[in-house]
């Protein structure tokens, strides 16, 4: 039997009893809402969406969202504090147009790090984290110098264990260790320079998503082509995607790069026709 959006409703409604939340249901919008009595703080689910991949995963599909709404609602409800838990603080790489506010409103705190991707900041809670909010900051009197050097001491300190594949003589080497914290270790500057150190052409590095980071020692135009390939798959399979350029490391900065078919990447620039 097929299901409906008013079917996945009557399941949703199930697994979220909870008497100290309330749940209601837009049928204009097809979304399904938990929040808190006291606080109101919720989540919001598109129905559509849970149904189509009900029809792809069955009941898997659903135990997984319950999971996450739930681990959401409850971090919600808890004051985090940042004062003893210094080691559970890390950087996030995320896309330019990832928010700088949560959804109630909250600035976010943040650092430049490319014109692709910026750095966010957050707080691990074991089975999930929280991103790090300038009232948390104020409330206890941190400093945004405090919180990012933290993040990048604790960075260094993640395994960097990464699988080598040699495609048409280039290296690529792949960073998952599936901790949250794959494509932050790109903010790892020792670990850079070593990669550098040991490249024999030029080195690459992407981040398409926050689970996966890629160095690629490009040893002859066809690596690009690859590397271009890559980059782009991975970012459309991604959980959270962030970006399909990768960069080339130089001079201890990161460019990103259009990589155009069987030719050398380019960067964008002004250029003027002819008059």
Same mark, same amino acid.
């Given at each position: 039997?097929?299901?409906?959006?008013?079917?996945?409703?009557?399941?949703?409604?199930?697994?979220?009893?909870?008497?100290?939340?309330?749940?209601?249901?837009?049928?204009?919008?097809?979304?399904?809402?938990?929040?808190?009595?006291?606080?109101?703080?919720?989540?919001?689910?598109?129905?559509?969406?849970?149904?189509?991949?009900?029809?792809?995963?069955? =009941?898997?599909?659903?135990?997984?969202?319950?999971?996450?709404?739930?681990?959401?609602?409850?971090?919600?409800?808890? =004051?985090?504090?940042?004062?003893?838990?210094?080691?559970?603080?890390?950087?996030?790489?995320?896309?330019?147009?990832?928010?700088?506010?949560?959804?109630?409103?909250?600035?976010?705190?943040?650092?430049?790090?490319?014109?692709?991707?910026?750095?966010?900041?957050?707080?691990?809670?074991?089975?999930?984290?929280?991103?790090?909010?300038?009232?948390?900051?104020?409330?206890?009197?941190?400093?945004?110098?405090?919180?990012?050097?933290?993040?990048?001491?604790?960075?260094?300190?993640?395994?960097?264990?990464?699988?080598?594949?040699?495609?048409?003589?280039?290296?690529?080497?792949?960073?998952?260790?599936?901790?949250?914290?794959?494509?932050?270790?790109?903010?790892?500057?020792?670990?850079?320079?070593?990669?550098?150190?040991?490249?024999?052409?030029?080195?690459?590095?992407?981040?398409?998503?926050?689970?996966?980071?890629?160095?690629?020692?490009?040893?002859?135009?066809?690596?690009?082509?690859?590397?271009?390939?890559?980059?782009?798959?991975?970012?459309?399979?991604?959980?959270?995607?962030?970006?399909?350029?990768?960069?080339?490391?130089?001079?201890?900065?990161? =460019?990103?790069?259009?990589?155009?078919?069987?030719?050398?990447?380019?960067?964008?620039?002004?250029?003027?026709?002819?008059?």
């Amino acid at each position: 039997m097929k299901m409906t959006s008013i079917k996945m409703k009557k399941i949703l409604e199930e697994r979220f009893q909870n008497p100290d939340w309330r749940t209601s249901f837009n049928r204009d919008k097809d979304i399904f809402r938990v929040e808190w009595k006291d606080t109101k703080q919720g989540i919001s689910i598109t129905v559509p969406n849970v149904v189509a991949k009900y029809e792809q995963r069955g =009941e898997a599909a659903v135990a997984d969202l319950e999971y996450h709404v739930k681990e959401a609602l409850k971090i919600m409800n808890v =004051e985090h504090v940042l004062t003893g838990k210094e080691k559970n603080i890390f950087p996030v790489i995320r896309a330019t147009s990832f928010p700088k506010k949560t959804k109630s409103g909250m600035k976010l705190i943040y650092s430049d790090h490319t014109a692709e991707t910026r750095i966010y900041y957050a707080l691990d809670l074991g089975s999930t984290y929280k991103l790090i909010d300038e009232e948390m900051l104020e409330k206890e009197g941190w400093t945004m110098d405090r919180i990012r050097e933290i993040s990048i001491f604790n960075v260094r300190s993640l395994e960097t264990n990464p699988k080598i594949d040699t495609v048409a003589d280039n290296d690529f080497y792949f960073v998952g260790a599936q901790d949250g914290y794959d494509a932050s270790r790109i903010l790892n500057e020792s670990l850079l320079e070593e990669m550098k150190a040991n490249s024999k052409g030029e080195l690459a590095v992407a981040v398409p998503h926050q689970d996966v980071l890629i160095f690629a020692d490009i040893q002859n135009d066809t690596g690009y082509d690859i590397l271009a390939q890559m980059t782009m798959k991975f970012f459309a399979e991604g959980r959270v995607p962030i970006t399909s350029l990768p960069f080339i490391y130089e001079d201890k900065k990161l =460019e990103p790069i259009f990589i155009l078919a069987k030719n050398r990447p380019t960067e964008p620039k002004n250029t003027k026709g002819d008059e």
